[in-house]
């Protein structure tokens, strides 16, 4: 074999490394964040959780939430078709998409202590337990902060169905996992409970609906650390 430059693209070589040097300095523009920025929104809960800190996440475009929605032959899976059957507008992709936008309002609702967003999304037991909450807050002149900088994923984990006189009670069970900066601070504005540290909470939310029944919605029935 013949090693010698006589028959060597010379030119094509040089013109392969002008385009390389081309694409790293497109790169290196292109590649910076644009665009919307994590909308930032206030809570805090659950004083008795113990999140994950998570140390060393790179910065990057949030991506869209991942929906865990059971295979249509187990058992909770074969429920959410019961609910389909008694609501044909009722689709679990739906569902999840309600719960996304829900979390966030409520997220944001409680730590800017919104009562009438709250009363929109809660049962009443729960608007009860926010309420509460949210007047020892400010009874002791604290105020809450909590970034939500990314919804991971959303995952149902199970669905009730029981029978009432109104009609039957439906409660689906939502895994919600997302990364938040969240901390209570005095009103000398030094931290109480919680972290400036970006942390991944993992929340188990019941959404509660009576179907068979006109203007019924979900709405928010129980809220823990999972």
């Keep these: 074999m013949d090693f010698s430059l006589g028959h060597f693209p010379v030119d094509l070589v ?11 300095r497109l790169r290196s523009v292109l590649g910076k964040r644009v665009g919307i920025q994590p909308v930032q929104v206030q809570l805090q809960v659950r004083p008795d959780a113990a999140p ?3 140390e060393g996440k790179p910065e990057q475009a949030e991506a869209a939430a991942e929906f865990d929605i059971p295979a249509p032959g187990t058992r909770v899976g074969t429920l959410l078709a019961d609910i389909r059957q008694k609501d044909p507008s009722f689709t679990p992709q739906q569902f999840l998409n309600g719960a996304q936008t829900a979390f966030a309002q409520v997220v944001g609702a409680y730590a800017q202590g919104n009562l009438n967003v709250l009363k929109t999304y809660l049962t009443p037991a729960v608007f009860s337990a926010f309420e509460a909450g949210i007047t020892a807050r400010t009874n002791a002149e604290e105020t ?3 970034d939500v900088k990314a919804i991971r994923s959303l995952a149902i ?3 009730r169905l ?6 039957t009670a439906a409660a689906i069970d939502v895994r919600i996992v997302s990364d938040q900066i969240s901390l209570v601070l005095n009103k000398e504005g030094q ?13 188990l939310w019941t959404f509660e609906r ?3 029944v006109n203007g019924s919605t979900w709405r928010l029935a129980a809220a823990r650390s999972a």
């Design 14 to 24: 040089l013109l392969a490394l002008v385009a390389a040097f081309l694409v790293l």
């Design 52 to 54: 994950r800190v998570v």
């Design 144 to 146: 809450q902060r909590t």
């Design 157 to 159: 984990e199970d669905v």
């Design 162 to 167: 029981t029978p009432m006189e109104a009609g």
């Design 191 to 203: 931290p109480v409970t919680g972290t400036d540290a970006v942390t991944e909470f993992s929340d």
């Design 210 to 212: 009576l179907l068979d």
